[in-house]
């Protein structure tokens, strides 16, 4: 019987990566990407040639139709994102969800790897037994009310945010009154411009606002 496997790969470091996830990337039939080329960057410095296809969010009914015909084929397949874990805030849960439609006992197997959200949690030094995910916040509609709840969450709050708007987010917090809850904003974790910004909301924006804004972030919120 075929396998999906569900693989983490880095979210900008090359080295972060498991040997059973290098394993499993060598030994499928295909790797299903988010985006070849930028899964060809992580193939080529670890010499994988296994072929891949391509899947994202909007991938036509025919392209999940191929996927679902080779996992029925008996051909084992591995997921992978851009970026970490996949099904964490980007396409690969459709993907899975579409999969157990129409193969409801599919092994799908996790190979666990890097979660921006956790590596941010991990170093954020604020409580971590009870946290909310929120992935990426809504652009406009709804986004005054998920920002008003993490005000007001009592446990820690956590986050995606891109580089056009974090800046806008952090100082409408500032705005809805978040005060003087601890605030960890992560910058291109694992990368050679990592940079993390701690304190109030108000000192975090007054370091960030003279600083680059370019890159990924994650924020977390005490
Ligand atoms: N599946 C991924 C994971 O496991 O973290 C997340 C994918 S989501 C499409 C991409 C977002 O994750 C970015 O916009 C950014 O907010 C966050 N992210 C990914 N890599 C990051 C990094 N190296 N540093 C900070 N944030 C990162």
């Known amino acids: 019987m075929s396998k999906l496997y569900i693989v983490g790969t880095p979210i900008g470091n090359l080295e972060d990566i498991t040997l059973r996830g290098l394993r499993i990337l060598k030994e499928v039939d295909?790797?299903?990407?988010?985006?070849?080329?930028?899964?060809?960057?992580?193939?080529?410095?670890?010499?994988?040639?296994?072929?891949?296809?391509?899947?994202?969010?909007?991938?036509?009914?025919?392209?999940?139709n191929q996927i679902i015909d080779l996992l029925k084929q008996g051909?084992?397949?591995?997921?992978?994102?851009?970026?970490?874990?996949?099904?964490?805030?980007?396409?690969?849960?459709?993907?899975?969800k579409m999969v157990l439609k129409e193969i409801p006992d599919m092994k799908i197997e996790p190979i666990p790897g890097?979660?921006?959200?956790?590596?941010?949690l991990s170093i954020s030094g604020l409580p971590t037994d009870k946290f909310v995910f929120y992935g990426f916040l809504p652009h406009k509609k709804g986004k005054e009310t998920i920002l008003k709840e993490i005000i007001n969450n009592k446990f820690t709050s956590v986050f995606y945010e891109s580089t056009h708007r974090i800046l806008k987010t952090l100082n409408k917090?500032?705005?809805?009154?978040?005060?003087?809850k601890q605030v960890v904003v992560c910058r291109e974790l694992t990368k050679k411009f990592e940079t993390i910004y701690r304190g109030n909301i108000e000192q975090v924006l007054s370091v960030l606002e003279k600083d680059v804004t370019k890159g990924e972030f994650v924020v977390v919120v005490g």
């Open 30 to 64: 295909f790797i299903l990407c988010e985006d070849t080329r930028q899964t060809k960057i992580l193939l080529d410095r670890y010499e994988i040639k296994t072929p891949t296809l391509s899947y994202f969010q909007h991938s036509s009914f025919s392209k999940v």
């Open 75 to 96: 051909r084992n397949l591995a997921l992978v994102s851009d970026a970490g874990t996949p099904g964490i805030s980007d396409p690969g849960n459709k993907l899975i």
């Open 114 to 120: 890097a979660c921006a959200a956790i590596a941010a």
């Open 173 to 180: 917090l500032e705005d809805l009154g978040l005060g003087d």
